[in-house]
């Protein structure tokens, strides 16, 4: 049996395919781990990008960037629940695939903000450096991308 088929006849695939209210719970809770997720990026990245200078990064930067690691937990957790009830479609979606990689994308990203000096300078109290800021300026246009395929795939 292919992996795909075998998700599709999982029981989670069944229960959410059986009851409406399920279904209807488990994407209420995708959106709003997306919520949490982008509303945290957003803004994160519009701080280091310069807006409302007078929040100290130093304080909002460590809970935002625990606030989207939750975000995106769950949002990875609903989702492959989602995926579950129709693996076959999702897989041969390009906009699923599109968001996809754009996810992989931002979370390179993210890998690289935090392994690097910039990021360890600011929550020192340091002022975020070019680097720091293009970061946040990719952030913000792959993660508004990924959302935007998010909605795109109910459309192919």
């Not at 999982?10 to 919520?35: D, R, W």
């Not at 929040?55 to 909002?60: D, I, Q, T």
């Not at 599109?98 to 109290?125: D, F, M, T, Y």
């Amino acid at each position: 049996m292919e992996v795909l088929d075998w998700i599709a006849t999982s029981k989670l695939a069944g229960s959410l395919k059986a009851s409406a209210t399920l279904y209807l719970f488990v994407n209420a809770a995708h959106i709003l781990s997306i919520g949490a997720l982008f509303g945290a990026i957003l803004a994160l990245d519009l701080r280091l990008l310069g807006y409302v200078p007078k929040v100290p990064l130093a304080s909002v930067a460590p809970y935002l960037s625990r606030v989207a690691a939750a975000g995106l937990a769950f949002a990875i957790v609903t989702g492959l629940c989602l995926f579950s009830v129709r693996p076959a479609e999702y897989a041969g979606n390009p906009a699923f695939l599109a968001k996809l990689g754009l996810i992989a994308l931002g979370l390179a990203n993210v890998a690289l903000v935090h392994r690097g000096a910039g990021w360890r300078a600011v929550l020192a109290g340091a002022a975020p450096g070019p680097a720091l800021r293009l970061a946040a300026a990719a952030s913000l246009f792959v993660w508004i991308a990924a959302v935007v395929a998010g909605r795109w795939i109910g459309f192919l």
